[in-house]
């Protein structure tokens, strides 16, 4: 799981975002995408208004947007479609325009398979797992799942926030608005929305997969990349539960073994799927 990135500062109709590393390009990205974003979808992200320094850090002066996070408790319908729409909308903004600094966002298409085949690779001692026997049976599907050649390019790129997190999707009682671009880049639809799919707070909030992909209208070949890029991002999420890990540390006993399961389900082995740990995170 990753680390606090960054300080935010709150004042009034404005947020002041300081990073606390800028070594991947991330004060360059969520600038580039939130001017690009203001430019044709206003209202879906925050409105950057300055760029400076605090403390010798790279900050963002950007507009405080109304609505609270998402995430830890159960989803309704309305929201989950307010966070299609708003993916919709997104991936609907043209990027072509901006090849120079719209480089692939981190961990993107072209990369994930590799890193998480990496992660895997690794082993680890599985002693702290309430069933060692699951989980070690879902590193074995996810690793052979993982051993084919990398994706091939899709044709069309869309802007990727690279940020599945519900906690980063505000609710304002009509529509959902998205914060957070510093790991921001090109991407692809199908790619954007397994992130959201099969991302901890999603599936935790009980979000339904098949729900994004009819408001985002994916069909036919996106659609079919949409389902394997879910299980990329169901061993991505398996690798990041593991012991030893942020996440496992972070979740309660048996997070790990719900997520083993949903591996193993969307690898086509019967394994029931149980209810998510309401902590799970």
């Known amino acids: 799981m990753a680390q606090q ?27 580039t995408s939130l001017r690009l974003l203001a430019e044709c979808v206003p209202g879906l992200a925050p409105e950057p208004l ?22 830890g408790r ?30 692939e966002r981190l961990t993107g298409p072209s990369t994930l398979r590799t890193s998480v085949a990496e992660a895997l690779a690794e082993g680890g001692d599985l002693a702290g797992c309430t069933d060692q026997t699951l989980v070690a049976e879902a590193l074995t599907a996810a690793r052979e799942w993982l051993a084919p050649t990398p994706v091939t390019p899709a044709a069309t790129r869309v802007l990727g926030r690279a940020d599945g997190n519900l906690a980063n999707c505000l609710w304002d009682g009509m529509r959902v608005r998205l914060v957070d671009f510093e790991d921001a880049g090109a991407s692809e639809a199908a790619f954007e929305l397994a992130d959201h799919a099969e991302h901890i707070s999603f599936r935790q909030a009980g979000g339904d997969p098949a729900l994004l992909v009819t408001v ?10 949409f389902t394997a890029f879910q299980k990329d991002f169901a061993a991505f999420w398996l690798a990041m539960l593991l ?5 496992f540390a972070r979740n309660p006993p048996g997070t790990t073994e719900w997520q083993a399961r949903r591996v193993l389900a969307l690898l086509g082995e019967s394994v029931p799927l149980t209810a998510a740990a309401d902590t799970a995170r």
């Open 5 to 31: 990135t960054h300080d935010l500062t709150f004042a009034g109709s404005t947020v002041v975002k300081c990073y606390r590393h800028w070594d991947r390009d991330e004060p360059e990205r969520e600038w």
């Open 50 to 71: 300055d760029r400076t320094l605090i403390g010798g850090r790279p900050a963002i002066v950007m507009s405080r947007l109304a609505g609270e996070p998402l995430g």
């Open 74 to 103: 159960p989803l309704s319908e309305s929201q989950a479609g307010a966070v299609g729409e708003a993916l919709r909308r997104l991936h609907e903004v043209a990027i072509d325009r901006l090849p120079a600094v719209m480089a």
């Open 216 to 225: 985002c209208g994916l069909a036919g070949e996106a659609r079919q990349r």
């Open 243 to 247: 012991p030893g890990n942020r996440g």
